[in-house]
């Protein structure tokens, strides 16, 4: 079975361009979840959907914004980027949304560079 | 809002050492808590989770945590290490959405 996935693996981008994340759930799961490592950090919460519905999130400025399709794929934008937002960015899906005790499974992420 | 806490940055162990990584919460209501590990070059993979019930949970790989509700701890212990343990552990905590703690390095050494 196909875990998450997520597209590109890499990506170099500069300061002030914007950037399309794309994320694919495990069949089945409704939920995803993006979050944001930095190097040396655990990942910090950026927004979770539910059934195409924003369902969370966490204290990121409005330069990001994500959605989710009908088939439960989803995207994260980022606007105006800035050298720190140089980082892994990570998609995670799950069966459920909201407090759930579902756990979340990982994709290898997309390490977003910003010169 | 919840956090989580995680005491050690970087732990290093010889093989066969006993391990226990410490993880606090701060959040009042009823919470679902989760260790995950990175190995190296691999994505984050759930080793365990508490829910509800026996606050002993075990994981894979011979892990097992302890949820002590008065203490709001989670802590991930291991009796016996080996080298492939070698890794980034980080504990969870979700109350509605997940928020993870900075992580513990584990480094075995042979």
Redesign the interface.
């Known amino acids: 079975d196909a875990?998450?996935t997520q597209s590109p693996t890499h990506l170099i981008k500069t300061r002030g361009q914007q950037v399309t994340l794309r994320c694919s759930p495990i069949s089945g799961h409704k939920s995803v979840?993006w979050?944001q490592q930095v190097l040396?950090?655990?990942?910090?919460?950026i927004f979770?959907y539910y059934e195409k519905e924003e369902?969370?999130r966490?204290n990121f400025p409005d330069r990001f914004s994500a959605r989710q399709f009908p088939n439960y794929s989803s995207e994260l934008n980022v606007n105006a980027l800035l050298l720190g937002d140089s980082a892994l960015y990570?998609c995670?899906s799950s069966l459920l949304g909201?407090?759930?005790?579902q756990?979340?499974?990982?994709?290898?992420?997309t390490r977003l560079s910003i010169l | 809002a919840q956090s989580?806490s995680?005491h050690n940055h970087h732990v290093i162990l010889s093989e066969a050492a006993s391990l226990e990584l410490g993880c606090n919460y701060s959040y009042g209501g009823?919470v679902?808590l989760?260790w995950?590990v990175q190995y190296p070059g691999?994505?984050?993979?759930?080793l365990l989770?508490y829910?509800s019930g026996d606050p002993l949970v075990k994981g894979i790989k011979g892990f097992e945590a302890e949820f002590i509700k008065s203490k709001f701890s989670f802590n991930l212990r291991k009796p016996s290490v080996q080298w492939s343990d070698t890794a980034e552990y980080?504990c969870?905590v979700?109350?509605?959405?997940?928020?993870?703690?900075?992580?513990t390095r584990l480094t075995v050494k042979p």
């Open positions: 875990g998450v979840s979050y040396g950090q655990g990942p910090q919460f979770q369902r969370g966490g990570l995670a909201g407090h759930s005790n756990p979340q499974h990982f994709g290898d992420g | 989580v995680q009823t679902n989760f995950y691999q994505h984050l993979q759930l989770k829910f980080f969870a979700n109350a509605g959405d997940m928020r993870f703690g900075a992580g």
